[in-house]
Each structure stands twice: as structure tokens, then as C-alpha cells.
């Protein structure tokens, strides 16, 4: 059954035309640009297209998956919200928690399915991690540390905390259990443009004692995704570039003396989280169950953001 319509066909937008249409899930698209449009048009002759969201929310399709920019995520998701659809928003919901709330409370509200595109919440090797650490076979989780570094595409609008930082928050929240927040510190450079943070590291304290790290760089000279885990007697690595968990049998003991028991690599398959993710809404429409993503999880992840660049700012 055809049942989402994706707003925005951008480089991202692509790929969640490709992975809904392959669903078969995919009723249309609407795109503002007309050049992008007929690429649409002309790739997927079967599907319906559309110039703007007030067209899409008269038609009688059940969900809208918003792959627009950032800034314009708040407006786009409560005005969908409001027309009775579901919605999909990809990272980040908005720029602001106290709009990230007004989308979460209303959904909630009125019944409706809102998920956020916190895409590496639906990656095999994170999912494996968040139900290995549930089973406590390493004890109480005390920090997780994030690395996504490489020589990126450096933008103008926004700084690399906020283009690349946004899937990880959303892990760290994940594998730490969703814990309170209690307080942030963060210190960025602005090398290549001023004001325009290309190098940022962010610590997070949170309620109950658990701490994270997260350094973001677009100006970096090596390709780095990596989530370490410190449990109180195991420490779990997944690099992502290389699909590899390694659980080390490692730590401190009473008596302040390293153990190390050694180490051993986890066999995750490596299948294609964003279709998982397209997979999860779908099923989500249907269940009427909350996705793993939720409002909340967005809400939760835009306040760590929006922290995080008050301080940068000072």
C-alpha cells in the first residue's frame, strides 16, 4: 500500500525516495524545484509529484516524510501535524527545543505518529550494542565517547555540531538508556570561517553520573566514526567505517589494578539501516506503535544541540 509522500528530493530526499519506492510504499513527491522535480519525475515515471506541502496535505495519503532543510522542520512537521498526517522529519527535528516540544506534545495529543531521522539508532551494530549492555553482562554503563571526524563539506549555514553531531547525541542518549540531562560543556574552532565551528568537542553530565564525549570535524585529515562504550568490567568499540563491534574483556579492579582478560570481535551483519528506518515508520503506521525515534527522542537530542552552541556562542 502506498502511504508516505517525501517532501524534498534533495541529496537526501534521493535516498529516501529510492528506499520507499522500493518498499513500495511511496505515493508521491513534492519538490519546489523544478529541476529536481523532473529528476524525480523522470526516474520514477509512476509517481505522483508535487510543488508544494499545501497539495500534499490534501491528498488523501496518510504520512508525509519532510527530507527539507533544517530551519524549515518546525513549521513543515506542525503544519502536517495539524492536517492529520503522520509525519517523518529527518535529523535534526528543529533548531529549537521548545519547538521540538510543541511537535512532541502536539503528536502526542492528537494521536499521531511523529519519528525523527536519527538514522544510526536503526544501524545493526548499534541495535546489537543497545541489547548487549541491556542484558548488564558488563555492569552498569558509566561513559560513551562519539568520533566523526573527515575532511567533509564544509557549509556555510551551519557549524559541524550541528550537521554531523546529531546521530550521535541520539546514540549516546540510546546506549546510556536515556538518562536526564543535568549539564553540558562544549568548546569549538572556527578555522576555516568566522563563526562557523569546524572542529568541536562536547561533554555531557547527566543526572545519573553517566557522562559522554562527542568531537565533531569536517577538518580533519582522517576518516573517523567510532561509539566506545565504558561499561564498569567490559569496554565496547564499534567502528563504523570498518563495521566492527570488539567487546575488550577489560578494566581497573577494586585494588586499582588493570585486568584484561582480553578481547573478541562481534559477527553484526551489515545491513542497510536506512532501510530499516523506512522499514520501523512503516511498521509504526500500521502498529500505531511509537517508533524507537520519537518526538521525545528528537526533543531530547535538539536540547543537548542547542546547549551545546549557546555555550559555543558564550
Not at 519506492?21 to 508535487?50: F, H, I, W
Amino acid at each position: 500500500m502506498k502511504q508516505v509522500i517525501v517532501v524534498g528530493a534533495g541529496n537526501w530526499g534521493k535516498n529516501l525516495i529510492h528506499n520507499f519506492c522500493n518498499l513500495g510504499a511511496l505515493a508521491g513527491v513534492a519538490e519546489m524545484n523544478p529541476d529536481l522535480r523532473q529528476q524525480v519525475e523522470s526516474k520514477y515515471p509512476q509517481v505522483k509529484t508535487y510543488t508544494d506541502l499545501a497539495s500534499v496535505l490534501e491528498s488523501d495519503v496518510s504520512a508525509v516524510v519532510l527530507a527539507t532543510p533544517a530551519p524549515t522542520h518546525y513549521q513543515l512537521a506542525m503544519t502536517a501535524l495539524k492536517a492529520g498526517k503522520d509525519v517523518f522529519v529527518e535529523k535534526p527535528m528543529t533548531l529549537r527545543t521548545q519547538e521540538a516540544k510543541a511537535l512532541a506534545e502536539y503528536a502526542d495529543q492528537q494521536g499521531r505518529i511523529l519519528m525523527v531521522g536519527h538514522l544510526l539508532l536503526y544501524q545493526p551494530a548499534i541495535t546489537w550494542m543497545r541489547n548487549y549492555l541491556a542484558q548488564g553482562k558488563g555492569g552498569k554503563v558509566l561513559h560513551v565517547a562519539t568520533q566523526r571526524a573527515k575532511l567533509g563539506k564544509v557549509r556555510r549555514e551551519e557549524n559541524v555540531w550541528w550537521s554531523f553531531a546529531p546521530h550521535d547525541v541520539s546514540v549516546v542518549l540510546d546506549l546510556l538508556g536515556n538518562p536526564t540531562l543535568s549539564r553540558v560543556q562544549a568548546s569549538g574552532q572556527a578555522m576555516l570561517q568566522p563563526g562557523i565551528e569546524d572542529n568541536v568537542h562536547v561533554d555531557i553530565v547527566f543526572e545519573s553520573g553517566q557522562t559522554a564525549h562527542l568531537h565533531s570535524s569536517w577538518y580533519w585529515p582522517e576518516l573517523l566514526r567510532s561509539t566506545t562504550v565504558i561499561t564498569e568490567q567490559e569496554m565496547l568499540v564499534y567502528d563504523e567505517v570498518a563495521q566492527k563491534v570488539t567487546i575488550y574483556h577489560k578494566g581497573v579492579d577494586d585494588q586499582l589494578n588493570n585486568r584484561d582478560q582480553g578481547s573478541q570481535v562481534v559477527d553484526v551483519a551489515n545491513s542497510e539501516p536506512l532501510k530499516i528506518e523506512c522499514e520501523h515508520f512503516l511498521d509504526c503506521l500500521q502498529t500505531r506503535k511509537q517508533p524507537r525515534s520519537d518526538g521525545w527522542n528528537g526533543v531530547a537530542v535538539v536540547e543537548i544541540l542547542e546547549k551545546a552552541q549557546e555555550i559555543l556562542r558564550g
